[in-house]
T-cell receptor
Framework: NAGVTQTPKFRVLKTGQSMTLLCAQD?????MYWYRQDPGMGLRLIHY???????AKGEVPDGYNVSRLKKQNFLLGLESAAPSQTSVYFC???????????????FGSGTRLTVV | AQSVTQLGSHVSVSEGALVLLRCNYS??????LFWYVQYPNQGLQLLLK??????LVKGINGFEAEFKKSETSFHLTKPSAHMSDAAEYFC???????????FGKGTSLLVTP
């Protein structure tokens, strides 16, 4: 059981480049989330999804887009990377069917992104 | 909106000593409260959670937390620290109608021999 898998694990981008981070979960969770973690800032929610085909903005959505075309996948896109987007990105999933979504998230191991 | 404040960005304890990590929450509705642990270069792992029922919640690795509504607190404790407890700890809160957790800024726990 792989849980939540994030790819890639590391990436270096030049300012203005684009990229997509992939999150895949095999637990049939309804809810998926993208957070960024910066020193001294904790985890801040970027976007989330409460089901296939749905997305919503979190606390810091600017500069990012997401898609949830399949229930098991949640993609995070950076259209034009900026140095301020240098961060560690975590994907998480939770909730099975109609069950309480707050049974606890499962987190991926993170993607460390550097924008130069 | 719900939020949490973790008091102390760094806490240092001796091996065998009591661990106390403080978390206060702000919520206009009854909250769901969580503690997560993050080991270096890893994702977050759920330690324990409070949703309803008993206010003293026991989690993994000997940790527990008590929900105190009157104090709006959810402090994390462990009677005796182990070297392996050294990690970053995050408190998180959510309301019962929303879908996402709001995390505190984290407390780094250092355990000294």
């Amino acid at each position: 059981n792989a849980g939540v898998t994030q790819t890639p694990k590391f990436r270096v981008l030049k300012t203005g480049q684009s990229m997509t981070l992939l999150c895949a979960q095999d637990m049939n969770h309804e809810y998926m989330y993208w957070y960024r973690q910066d020193p001294g800032m904790g985890l801040r929610l970027i976007h989330y999804s409460v089901g296939e085909g749905t997305t919503a903005k979190g606390e810091v959505p600017d500069g990012y887009n997401v898609s949830r075309l399949k229930k098991q996948n949640f993609l995070l896109g950076l259209e034009s990377a900026a140095p301020s987007q240098t961060s560690v990105y975590f994907c998480a999933s939770g909730g099975q069917g109609s069950a309480d979504p707050f049974d606890g998230y499962t987190f991926g191991s993170g993607t460390r992104l550097t924008v130069v | 909106a719900q939020s949490v404040t973790q008091l102390g960005s760094h806490v240092s304890v001796s091996e065998g000593a009591l661990v106390l990590l403080r978390c206060n929450y702000s919520s206009s509705v009854p909250p769901y409260l969580f503690w997560y642990v993050q080991y270096p270069n890893q994702g977050l792992q759920l330690l324990l959670k409070y949703t309803t029922g008993a206010t003293l919640v026991k989690g993994i690795n000997g940790f527990e937390a008590e929900f105190k509504k009157s104090e709006t607190s959810f402090h994390l404790t462990k009677p005796s620290a182990h070297m392996s407890d050294a990690a970053e700890y995050f408190c998180a809160v959510s309301d019962r109608s929303g879908y996402a957790l709001n995390f505190g800024k984290g407390t780094s726990l250092l355990v000294t021999p």
